[in-house]
């Protein structure tokens, strides 16, 4: 959902708005809409647009980062019933219709929730520009999976184990970004990232004293500011 908030300041406005929604700061993305510099006649003030998180598209992105196949023991890789097979025949038949060949197998078993690993010498295509193409596949697997009558049945793809591997990058990425701000004393932008994505870089940079974060940009896919406290961007 969206709101608005106007403070005498972007930091007053968002602690406005975190107070009012009783969130914590990194359960919104705050888009800036309006500016009033102080002037001799007028008080200055920020107005800014928050935008809430849905819990199912954080849980659902949680599940993508911390699904570690490799974490799990092997499950089958054959499929063990009707649904199983059409799904590994779907994300395999989509593959070859991409152009490249790859091998699908079914990772591990849970409720509600299969893994399904693809093993390809086109992996870093099939994974594409911060996972994209990666999404992209496994958002048309769980539609196929509703058009299967099991809406119920979240499908997690991964290979390479990439979603671990973008997790671990994304924490280092955070922490080297902090150190450049507090050592440069001006604000970074980062890359445009998912809702989780976003998340891991607010939650990461959390306690560290003198840097604060905020999300800009509109859509799924908006970017992340890293802050020196007590200056302006």
Do not use: C
Request: proline share 3%.
């Amino acid at each position: 959902m969206t709101y608005e908030f106007e403070g005498k300041n972007e930091k007053d406005a968002i602690e406005k708005a975190a107070a009012e929604l009783g969130l914590e700061r990194d359960e919104f993305d705050v888009e800036i809409i309006e500016t009033q510099k102080k002037t001799l006649f007028k008080n200055g003030y920020v107005k800014i647009r928050v935008h809430t998180v849905a819990d199912t598209t954080v849980k659902e992105a949680e599940d993508d980062y911390n699904s570690s196949f490799s974490a799990r023991e092997p499950a089958n890789p054959i499929p063990q019933d009707e649904f199983e097979k059409k799904i590994v025949e779907f994300v395999s038949d989509v593959v070859s219709k991409m152009g490249y060949e790859a091998t699908v197998d079914i990772a591990f078993r849970e409720d509600k929730k299969i893994g399904i690993k693809m093993s390809s010498s086109a992996s870093s295509i099939l994974i594409g520009r911060k996972g994209k193409n990666l999404d992209a596949l496994q958002l048309l697997a769980n539609v196929y999976a509703g058009h299967l009558g099991r809406e119920d049945m979240r499908i997690i793809l991964d290979t390479e184990n990439y979603r671990v591997r973008r997790e671990e990058t994304l924490v280092h990425i955070a922490y080297n970004t902090a150190d450049k701000v507090r050592t440069s004393k001006k604000s970074i932008l980062l890359e445009p990232m998912n809702p989780f994505e976003r998340r891991l870089i607010h939650t990461t940079l959390n306690d560290i004293p003198d840097v604060e974060t905020i999300s800009e940009g509109e859509g799924l896919y908006k970017q992340v500011r890293v802050i020196y406290k007590g200056t302006g961007f």
